[in-house]
């Protein structure tokens, strides 16, 4: 199967536009998690999603927002970037098939650096 | 507040040494926690979990509800072992508490 993609790779953007990243889960997962990764903060959790649903939201201010496809793709939307979003945006998949702790499988990542 | 310590940013041993990632959480409820790896230029992976109670690559991790610890250990290092290492901490709805990591550098 192949694994997490995440695009684009690499993004460039200046203080106040917005940016949208994508993530291609592994085929047959339906859960989308997305954590925000920085050498301040480390890795923090920021939304999940499941059948096109967020069940879970993480302290992270409104204008980072998600939203899930019925074929289970996700995308993360962050409005008015700051400099302080620069970060790496690392986008997981698991199968949810019950268990609480389904093993998630981590895609590249997206390298956004606000100038 | 839930919360996952790694006191050392960078661990550095000789290969055939004994290694210790040290990991202590805080959390209210039942935890379940996990260790994640990332080798240089890949991407993050799980490496075990406590419910498994399994080795994966010669890694091992008890946890110790006592003193709120879940310690990656391996007898023997090798290179191919240098990393990053994290610890996770599993919050309830498919979230996951990281600690900010240990660089473990085997050297030859």
């Known amino acids: 199967k192949a694994g997490v993609t995440q695009t684009p790779r690499y993004l460039i953007k200046t203080r106040g536009q917005q940016v949208t990243l994508s993530c291609s889960p592994i085929?047959?997962?339906?859960?989308v998690s997305w954590y925000q990764q920085t050498p301040g903060q480390g890795l923090q959790f920021l939304f999940e999603?499941?059948?096109?649903?967020?069940?879970n939201k993480g302290n992270f201010p409104g204008r980072f927002s998600g939203r899930q496809f019925s074929n289970s793709r996700s995308e993360m939307n962050v409005s008015t970037l700051e400099l302080g979003d620069s970060a790496l945006y690392l986008c997981?998949?698991?199968?949810?098939?019950?268990?609480?702790?389904?093993?998630?499988?981590f895609g590249p990542g997206t390298r956004l650096t606000v100038l | 507040a839930q919360r996952v310590t790694q006191p050392e940013k960078l661990l550095s041993v000789f290969k055939g040494a004994p290694v210790e990632l040290k990991c202590n959480y805080s959390?209210?409820?039942?935890?379940?926690l996990f260790w994640y790896v990332q080798y240089s230029r890949q991407r993050l992976q799980l490496l075990l979990r406590?419910?498994s109670r399994e080795s994966i690559k010669g890694f091992t991790a008890d946890l110790n509800k006592g003193e709120t610890s879940f310690h990656l250990k391996k007898p023997f290092a090798q290179e191919e072992d240098s990393a990053m290492y994290y610890c996770?901490?599993?919050?309830?709805?498919?979230?996951?508490?990281f600690g900010s990591g240990t660089r473990l550098q085997v050297q030859p």
């Open positions: 997981a998949s698991s199968s949810d098939s019950g268990g609480r702790t389904d093993t998630q499988y």
């Open positions: 085929s047959g997962h339906r859960s």
């Open positions: 999603y499941f059948s096109e649903t967020q069940r």
């Open positions: 959390y209210s409820g039942s935890p379940e």
């Open positions: 406590h419910i």
């Open positions: 996770a901490l599993y919050t309830g709805r498919r979230a996951l508490t």
